[in-house]
Antibody
Framework: QVQMVQSGTEVKKPGASVKVSCKAS????????ISWVRQAPGQGPEWVGW????????NYAQKFQGRVTLTTDTSTTTAYMELRNLRSDDTAVFYC????????????????WGQGTPVIVSS | DIQMTQSPSSLSASVGDRVTITCRAS??????LHWFQQKPGKAPKLLIY???TLQSGVPSRFSGSGSGTEFTLTISSLQPEDFATYYC?????????FGGGTTVEIK
């Protein structure tokens, strides 16, 4: 079965960087893209960006452009999200999500979610 | 960016009630609309994708409809385990965007 297992809670000071990992298993890693989603306390989910596990190409939400870098390591089937210059309003749970698509041209949907990684930004 | 607007933001209902949640997109998104259920401390769970396709393993009391800009999620007979927050999300274009959520509470 597909599993997306994320790294543990991070506590950072404002201005620092964080790198969250997402270990994928149960499928061919390079066949699917992975998105990252942020959810602040009491708020709805917010898309951070996407990476093709095959090509390594990326697409970032403008809000995070310049502060976020998504990467993958195909040898370990792990995806990473690095967020720099952390602010207190970055305090949130970050999820990696594996996409799915029934056939070419049909809607892409978020099927397999990691358990979430809490990132706490506090001085 | 495509804005997704859900209504209501919260509702109170009883076990056995029929519940309908609406999601409107700021522009046409065809059927690139998906519904998630989220419980406290857990990741969102996919219920419906492509507007009306029930994800495997999801009870048949959940259904989705709509196309273009207007979509609905219906729970035909609310069960105790359905009390949660529901989100719609579009994948027609990037950035992927979510609705603000609808919290279903026990009356």
């Amino acid at each position: 079965q597909v599993q997306m297992v994320q790294s543990g809670t991070e506590v950072k000071k404002p201005g620092a960087s964080v790198k969250v990992s997402c270990k994928a298993s149960g499928y061919t890693f390079t066949n699917y893209g992975i998105s990252w989603v942020r959810q602040a306390p009491g708020q709805g989910p917010e898309w951070v960006g996407w990476i093709s596990a095959y090509y390594g190409s990326t697409n970032y939400a403008q809000k995070f452009q310049g502060r976020v870098t998504l990467t993958t390591d195909t040898s370990t089937t792990t995806a990473y999200m690095e967020l720099r210059n952390l602010r207190s309003d970055d305090t949130a749970v970050f999820y990696c999500v594996r996409e799915a698509q029934d056939r070419s041209g049909s809607p892409v949907y978020f099927l397999h979610w990691g358990q979430g990684t809490p990132v706490i930004v506090s001085s | 960016d495509i804005q997704m607007t859900q209504s209501p933001s919260s509702l109170s209902a009883s076990v056995g009630d029929r519940v309908t949640i609406t999601c409107r997109a700021s522009q046409s998104i065809s059927n690139h609309l998906h519904w998630f259920q989220q419980k406290p401390g857990k990741a969102p769970k996919l219920l419906i994708y492509a507007a009306s396709t029930l994800q495997s393993g999801v009870p048949s009391r959940f259904s989705g409809s709509g196309s273009g800009t207007e979509f609905t999620l219906t729970i035909s007979s609310l069960q105790p385990e359905d009390f949660a927050t529901y989100y719609c999300q579009q994948s027609y274009t990037t950035p992927r965007t979510f609705g603000g959520g609808t919290t279903v509470e026990i009356k």
